[in-house]
C-alpha cells in the first residue's frame, strides 16, 4: 500500500500539479475543488432548507434543474479531488480527518440521490433527509478544513 | 495610488455617509414616508459594507506610515481601536437596516434610529483621532486620543486569534460554512434571475435570502479574526485587495433580490424586467466565483 502511495506521489501527475506553475497547477485545482464543493454544498443546503419549511412556496418541480448543476459541481470536485490526492498520496493517506471527510461526502451525496427520488420524484416531505445532509455536509466541510491541521498534529 | 490613498478616498465616508442616513431616517420619521425610510436603509447598509474596506486600507495606511520617524503609533493604534469600536456597531446597523428592507417592520425604526446615532459618535471620535495622525497641531496635551478608559476591540481580537492556537482553524471551518450558505443561497436566487430555473415568483425564494446574508455575516466576523491577527499577511497582498472589492459589489448585490422581487405587470416591464434580471444574476454569480478564485489564490497571487 505504502509503495503504490509513494508511486502515485512520484508520478508524472502528481509532479505536474506540483510544479507547472500559478495558472493551471496546484492553485487552479484548489481553486476548482472550493468552487465546485461550494456549488455541491451550497445548493444542497438551500434545497434542504426549503424542504425544512423555508421558502415553502417555492415549487419543488421548478428545483428539479438544479440537481443537474449539483452533479456537475460533484463532478468537478471529485475530478480535482481525485488529483489533489495524488500530489500528496501519503500525507492524507495517514491522516484520519480525511477518512471522516471521505465518509461523509460519501453519506452526503447518498443524500442527494435519495432526496432526488425519493422526495422530488416520490413525493416525501423529505425533513429528517434534508436534516441528515445538512450534518453530513457540516462534518464533510469540518473535516476536511481541518485536514491540514491534523496532518501537522500528527507529524 | 496605494492604499493609504484608497483609505484618505474612503475615511470620510462612514462619518458622513451615516450622517446622511441618519438625517434621510429623520426626515421619514417627521414626513411619515416609507420611501425616505427604505432610502435610509440603503444608505446604511451600503457604508456599512463600504466601512469594512475603509477600516482593511487602515491597516495598510499604517504600514506605509510606519517608516516615518514622525509618526505618533499610540495615535494610530488609539485609531484603529476607536475605529474597531465603530466598526462594530455600524455592521449591525448595517444588517438591521437589511432586515428592515427586506421586511418592512416598523419596530426597526426606532431602533437603527437609536443605534446609528451612537454609531455615528463611536465613528467620529475615531475620525477624529485619526485627523490627530497627520495633524500634530490638534492633538490637545497629554494625547487624549490614547487615554485608557476606552475598550480596544481591535487589539483584544487580535489577541484573542494570536492567544488561541483553535482559534483560526475553528474560523476557517466557519469561513467555508458562511462561504457555502452565502454562495449557495446566491447560485439559487441568480440562477432564477438569470432564468436558468423558472415557474415561480421571486419574491417566492425572498424568505431564503437571509441565510445568505448570514453567511456573508459569518464570513465578516471570521474574516476580521484572520485579518486582526495577521494584518500584513492581507495589506501587503493584491489578491486581497481584489477579494475586498468583489465582496463589496456582491454586498450590493444582494440588494436587487431584496427590493425589486415584484413582478412586473405590463409587457415592457417584462421584457426589460426579464434583461435586468438576466444581467444581474449573471454580474452576481461572476462576482461571487471571482471572490472564491481570490480567496483561494491568496497565499499564491499578490505577494510580490
Redesign the interface.
Given at each position: 500500500m505504502a509503495s503504490v502511495l509513494a508511486q502515485l506521489e512520484q508520478s508524472g501527475l502528481a509532479t505536474w500539479i506540483h510544479e507547472s506553475g500559478?495558472l493551471y497547477g496546484y492553485?487552479l485545482i484548489?481553486?476548482l475543488h472550493?468552487?465546485g464543493?461550494?456549488?455541491v454544498?451550497?445548493?444542497?443546503?438551500?434545497i434542504d432548507?426549503?424542504l425544512l419549511g423555508?421558502?415553502?412556496?417555492?415549487?419543488l418541480?421548478?428545483?428539479d434543474?438544479?440537481f443537474g448543476?449539483l452533479w456537475a459541481g460533484f463532478g468537478v470536485t471529485a475530478v480535482t479531488g481525485v488529483l489533489l490526492f495524488v500530489a500528496d498520496a501519503t500525507k492524507h493517506a495517514s491522516n484520519p480527518a480525511f477518512f471522516v471527510k471521505l465518509a461523509f461526502v460519501g453519506g452526503g451525496v447518498t443524500i442527494v440521490a435519495l432526496l432526488r427520488r425519493r422526495v422530488f420524484h416520490g413525493g416525501e416531505h423529505g425533513r429528517f433527509l434534508a436534516a441528515a445532509s445538512l450534518g453530513c455536509?457540516?462534518v464533510a466541510?469540518?473535516a476536511?478544513?481541518?485536514m491540514a491541521?491534523v496532518s501537522e498534529f500528527i507529524s | 495610488m496605494n492604499l493609504a490613498h484608497v483609505h484618505l478616498l474612503l475615511n470620510h465616508v462612514p462619518t458622513i455617509g451615516f450622517g446622511f442616513g441618519i438625517g434621510l431616517l429623520v426626515a421619514s420619521l417627521v414626513r411619515d414616508s416609507a420611501d425616505l425610510r427604505r432610502a435610509s436603509y440603503v444608505v446604511f447598509f451600503v457604508v456599512a459594507l463600504v466601512a469594512i474596506p475603509t477600516y482593511l486600507s487602515g491597516n495598510a495606511a499604517d504600514f506605509v506610515l510606519r517608516t516615518q520617524p514622525e509618526l505618533l503609533q499610540d495615535v494610530v493604534t488609539a485609531h484603529q481601536n476607536a475605529a474597531m469600536l465603530a466598526l462594530i456597531p455600524m455592521e449591525i446597523v448595517g444588517l438591521v437596516s437589511w432586515l428592515a428592507l427586506w421586511q418592512s417592520r416598523r419596530w426597526h425604526q426606532p431602533a437603527v434610529l437609536a443605534l446609528s446615532i451612537v454609531t455615528f459618535v463611536l465613528m467620529a471620535r475615531a475620525a477624529n483621532i485619526g485627523g490627530q495622525i497627520r495633524h500634530p497641531e490638534i492633538v490637545a496635551a497629554g494625547t487624549a486620543a490614547s487615554a485608557p478608559s476606552w475598550p480596544s476591540p481591535a487589539a483584544m481580537g487580535a489577541a484573542f486569534v494570536l492567544d488561541h492556537p483553535w482559534v483560526w482553524p475553528i474560523c476557517e471551518v466557519f469561513h467555508f460554512v458562511g462561504l457555502c450558505l452565502l454562495f449557495g443561497v446566491t447560485l439559487l436566487v441568480n440562477l432564477r434571475l438569470a432564468g436558468f430555473i423558472s415557474g415561480f415568483p421571486l419574491a417566492d425564494l425572498n424568505r431564503l435570502l437571509p441565510w445568505a446574508v448570514a453567511g456573508l455575516g459569518i464570513n465578516i466576523v471570521t474574516g476580521m479574526l484572520f485579518f486582526l491577527a495577521a494584518p500584513e499577511q492581507y495589506t501587503q497582498n493584491s489578491a486581497f485587495t481584489w477579494k475586498m472589492g468583489l465582496v463589496l459589489l456582491g454586498g450590493l448585490s444582494l440588494l436587487y433580490p431584496t427590493m425589486f422581487d415584484e413582478e412586473p405587470d405590463s409587457a415592457f416591464d417584462i421584457l426589460h424586467a426579464a434583461m435586468t434580471r438576466r444581467l444581474i444574476g449573471v454580474c452576481s454569480l461572476v462576482i461571487w466565483i471571482a471572490v472564491i478564485f481570490f480567496g483561494r489564490f491568496l497565499p499564491y497571487l499578490g505577494t510580490e
Open positions: 500559478l492553485p484548489l481553486f472550493t468552487l464543493l461550494s456549488t454544498v451550497g445548493l444542497n443546503v438551500a432548507l426549503r423555508v421558502a415553502s412556496r417555492v415549487p418541480a421548478s428545483l434543474k438544479v448543476l455536509w457540516f466541510l469540518t476536511g478544513r481541518l491541521y | -
